[in-house]
Structure formats: structure tokens, C-alpha cells
């Protein structure tokens, strides 16, 4: 390809010209594919119309000039800043006329012009995880310390842990059946779950913090307070084991799967059931709420995934794909995809509109230990039978990080940093790590655990 860059044309124009006769001329296909990567990036760069200045909010030091696009939201000046400073360990938000820049906004929306001027507030983030070894511990990410290693378990194994939404607390819960609630600051207990009948299977915070949720081994779930650990309602009703319980965005209701095929929808408040979804032929492995709460998303063995109206409770769709039971379902962040992952080995991601299967990914080792949305909802986070993750677009399934060379037995767990800066993995290999979701990097390994590591979750404190 010669003569692109013409004065009487437009470069970028030239180029694409120049593609399209190459290509009518038979120029091989491996030859062109470097010229339309280049002529990708030359377009999103003259897109790029604001140049933003990033300021340090209590040094007023410069750090960085973005060129970014209307179109671009927060995550976009971030990944740029960290890019540029190589900075980590702590949760940058920006500051534009008094307000903190929302994730979900545009720069257009949120008033940024060209020439502007945001400012940076930083705040530390701590890592909690949890092992087969009976503790959890807290660490800063910062530096790489554990601030508190508390023994969960004495003489059991912690299965999960979580951070409440604030941070202030979390909560641990045990293969023996115990949930205990602990302040993150301090590491002391401040209560254990108490008052159902049934041993504790699993938990998740209320939007609030005030309240948790789960599913105890009674074939029921139940509501406590998390001040105080008392168990405040009980939801009955489901013919066998409760699998799975978890709050709607607004905390107003709960949802829970079950093995006798159903889907419970309850008032979180007094516990009253409100209807059943029927329609898998069999066990309902997990079920959770859209983020704008109107529907449902359920994950069965028999083969299918179902999105639901929470009101009046129909079935709106039936994902049909996988060959073998699905294991879990979840919304896109902005509600317009879903994600499943079966035990046939597959990640499949679909169209809210059609429900149309529109990505397969493919596990190594045909097992899928977690995967999720990024909180962006641009990828795709994979921990499958293998030490390594992959991050994956959830529009055109390109790798774009694969995050190896770290863990020396399988990942069995891997979640985003709230602001999908951060990944961190819990191994069988004992260790805990925190990688780059930018630049594919290892920043740390957390050293500490003598057994499997079950959870890991990152939070600013």
C-alpha cells in the first residue's frame, strides 16, 4: 500500500481506499490484517476530540493530559491515568465542578468540554480473603501487608466472604454452617449469625448494609440483621433445598432458587411470599435481579437459563444452548446482556432484546469455576480449569488479557475491583493475587494462607 497519506484526500480515507484495493486485488489476507489494526486505532484517535487536564485534588499537581471522546466514560480517564503513572493499589474517582463523576455517565453528559479540568481523589483499597485454613485476613494493596488476620473458623473451613457495601464490616461463612459478621477495621466479631434452624449455606449483603441474606440447609432462606446477627425473617415455603438467595437492587425483595424447580420472590421486610416462577423441568441453581429490578434470571440443570417479569412473574425468555445443566445466570451491568456458564464447559453470553446466544466461550479443561461482567459491562472475566484467567470483549469475544505466570494451581475464584481496575484471584495453590486489568500485569501476591484459598474481593476502605 503506497501514496496513502495524499495532500488532496483525507489520510484516513486514502488508507481505507487503499484497503479496499488491495483487497480486490487478492493481497493476502494476513498482509492486511496489521493495516486495518492501524487504521482502527488512527480512527478511534481522530474521534478523540477533548483533551483533559487530570489534577491531583489536594497537590494541585498536573498528573496527566487525556485525550479522550464524549462518548467515553470515567473507566476510560482512569485506565489512561494508570497507563501514564503506573499507579496502583488505591481507587481513583474524579471530581468535575464539585461532583464525583458517576461510572455510567459519558464525559459529554457530565458537562466535560475540551480543555477542562478534573481532579483526582484517591483512597486506599484493602483485599479480604478467606481459606480452607479457618481465616480470612484483610490487606492493603498499597503496600501489600495484611492489615488484620482473624481466625473465622477455628478448626473449619471458610468457604466465602464478602464486604458489606460500605466496607465497615464483612461477612464470613463456613463449610461447618456458621455465618459471623466482623469489622473490617478492627477484625473483631461483631455478631454471628443466629435464630434460623438450619445451618448457613451462603450470604450477600443488603444495598444498605443493614440487612443479609442466604440459604440455610433447612430448604429455607432467611433475612438477619447484620447490627446484630438476629435472624428477622424466614422465608418457607420451597419443597427442598434453597440454593441460592439474593436481595433486588433496592433491597426490597429477595429471590430465591431451589432445587424443587423453582424460584422463590419474597418481601424482604416480613418475609411474605409473593409467587413462584415455574417452568424448569428441574433443580433452579441460582436466580438473581436485573440492576433495574424488573426481571429475573434463572439458572437450571435442565439444560436452560429464563429471564422472568418480577411482576406479574412470567417467563419472558428461555435461553437454549447448552448441553449440559447451567450453572449460574446474571445481567449485564446496564441490563442489555446476559452471561451464563454450564457444566458443558462454556461461558455463553446473550442478547437481552432477542435472547439470542450472541458468544461462546469455551473453558479450559471444560470446567468454569466463575466468570462475570466487568462493572462497565465491556468484558468478560473467565477463571476456568486451569492457573490462569482471561479477559475477554463481551461484544466481539477477543482476548484481550490473559492473566498467567502467577498462580501455580488452579484459580478458583476471580472478581473486578468496583471501579474493573483490578482483578483478584483466590487459588487452590494457597495464595491470593491482584492483577491489572489494563495491562494483564501481576501486581501482587498475597502470602499468608496455608490452605486453598476460597475467596478474594477487593474494596476501598
Keep these: 500500500i503506497i501514496n496513502v497519506f495524499s495532500a488532496h484526500r483525507d489520510p484516513l480515507e486514502n488508507l481505507r481506499l487503499e484497503l479496499d484495493r488491495a483487497e480486490a486485488a487478492g493481497v493476502h489476507e494476513d498482509a492486511l490484517d496489521d493495516v486495518r489494526s492501524k487504521l482502527a486505532e488512527l480512527e478511534k484517535e481522530v474521534c478523540k476530540e477533548l483533551s483533559i487536564t487530570v489534577r491531583h485534588a489536594i497537590s494541585g499537581d498536573d498528573l496527566t493530559v487525556v485525550r479522550a471522546r464524549p462518548i467515553d466514560t470515567p473507566s476510560y480517564l482512569r485506565e489512561a491515568l494508570l497507563r501514564a503513572t503506573g499507579e496502583s493499589g488505591v481507587a481513583l474517582h474524579f471530581v468535575f465542578q464539585s461532583q464525583v463523576l458517576d461510572e455510567k455517565v459519558t464525559l459529554r453528559d457530565a458537562g466535560i468540554k475540551d480543555g477542562d479540568t478534573v481532579f483526582l481523589v484517591q483512597s486506599p483499597l484493602l483485599c479480604l480473603t478467606a481459606s480452607f485454613d479457618g481465616t480470612a485476613r484483610v490487606w492493603y494493596l498499597q503496600n501489600g501487608s495484611y492489615r488484620k488476620m482473624l481466625v473465622a473458623q477455628l478448626g473449619g473451613q471458610v468457604n466465602a466472604a464478602t464486604f458489606s457495601p460500605d466496607g465497615s464490616m464483612f461477612l464470613t461463612v463456613s463449610l461447618e454452617g456458621q455465618g459471623k459478621l466482623w469489622c473490617a477495621e478492627t ?107 424488573l426481571r429475573v434470571i434463572t439458572a437450571s440443570i435442565d439444560g ?95 482476548c484481550l488479557h490473559t492473566l498467567d505466570g502467577g498462580h501455580n494451581d488452579w484459580v478458583r475464584c476471580a472478581n473486578f475491583s468496583p471501579d474493573g481496575m483490578l482483578v483478584a484471584s483466590a487459588s487452590y495453590d494457597g495464595t491470593a493475587r491482584v492483577w491489572s486489568s489494563v495491562t494483564g500485569e501481576c501486581l501482587q501476591t498475597l502470602v499468608g494462607h496455608t490452605e486453598t484459598v476460597t475467596a478474594a474481593e477487593i474494596m476501598a476502605a
Design 304 to 398: 436452560t437459563a429464563r429471564v422472568w417479569s418480577v411482576d406479574p412473574g412470567e417467563c419472558m425468555q428461555v435461553l437454549k444452548g447448552h448441553e449440559k445443566a447451567v450453572n449460574s445466570a446474571a445481567f449485564s451491568p446496564d441490563d442489555s446482556l446476559y452471561l451464563s456458564t454450564s457444566y458443558d464447559g462454556t461461558v455463553r453470553v446473550w442478547e437481552a432484546d432477542s435472547g439470542e446466544c450472541s458468544l461462546t466461550f469455551h473453558a479450559d479443561n471444560n470446567v468454569v469455576a466463575t466468570a462475570q461482567f466487568s462493572p462497565d459491562g465491556a468484558t468478560v472475566l473467565i477463571a476456568s480449569g486451569t492457573a490462569c484467567i482471561r479477559i475477554l470483549s463481551s461484544t466481539t469475544g477477543e
Design 187 to 293: 477484625g473483631q466479631l461483631i455478631c454471628e449469625l443466629i435464630g434460623q434452624d438450619g445451618n448457613v449455606l451462603s450470604g450477600e449483603f443488603s444495598t444498605d448494609g443493614k440487612w443479609v441474606v442466604g440459604a440455610t440447609d433447612d430448604s429455607c432462606a432467611a433475612v438477619w440483621s447484620a447490627e446484630s446477627g438476629e435472624c428477622l425473617q424466614i422465608l418457607s415455603g420451597h419443597g427442598d433445598d434453597v440454593k441460592s438467595a439474593a436481595f433486588s437492587p433496592d433491597s426490597s425483595l429477595v429471590v430465591t432458587a431451589s432445587s424443587d424447580g423453582t424460584a422463590g420472590i419474597w418481601t424482604a421486610r416480613d418475609g411474605r411470599l409473593l409467587k413462584y416462577l415455574v417452568g424448569h423441568s428441574d433443580e433452579v441453581k441460582s436466580a438473581m435481579f436485573s440492576y433495574d429490578g
